[in-house]
């Protein structure tokens, strides 16, 4: 039997990640990773392409952007995850968000595309965190010049989604 995933302490990650690790619901973060997939899908199956390339305003992001961004941010975390709780003290570099965008070329894409990465990109999320034993989640390592532990990027990857499905839910499809 595995044991609980609990809410990473303070000094496990970056201040800037604070209000990621805040938007996960108390209990075990890995359950909230497993309904988060199904949650995210529901709510974006059946976006129409045309709504899905609108941004919401004035230098924002479309729809489609902000779901390849939420794609290569997990992908991302993962990596980090991944080397972080294999030992590996090698500090990690950032990455540039708003330099990534624009060569996604996410709009080119269909959502059904979108959703299917992001999909198979969760279901080795799921598999790399019920992988992992109890002792690797305290490991830390040094991500975007900060410390992080394997706990608090499991945290940061599933408050990372709850912020974009929250900005899709009020900002994008209210539109």
Request: net charge neutral; aromatic share 8%.
């Amino acid at each position: 039997m595995r044991a609980i995933l609990e809410r990473p302490a303070k000094g496990e990650y970056a201040d800037w990640h604070a209000g990621y690790v805040a938007l996960v619901p108390e209990g075990d973060v890995r359950d909230h990773l497993r309904t988060q997939i199904f949650e995210t899908i529901a709510l974006l199956t059946g976006v129409a392409e045309a709504k899905a390339e609108q941004a919401y305003g004035p230098g924002k992001w479309t729809l489609k952007e902000v779901v390849l961004h939420m794609c290569d941010a997990e992908r991302v975390f993962d990596y980090r995850l991944l080397r972080i709780a294999r030992g590996d003290a090698t500090p990690l570099p950032g990455f540039e968000q708003d330099e990534w965008v624009p060569h996604s070329c996410a709009n080119r894409r269909s959502m059904a595309s979108l959703l299917l990465e992001y999909a198979a990109i969760r279901a080795a999320t799921m598999q790399l965190v019920d992988s992992l034993p109890d002792e690797a989640w305290g490991r830390r390592g040094i991500a975007s010049g900060s410390p992080v532990s394997a706990r608090a990027l499991a945290y940061i990857c599933a408050g990372h989604e709850r912020h974009h499905v929250r900005i899709i839910r009020e900002r994008y499809l209210a539109l």
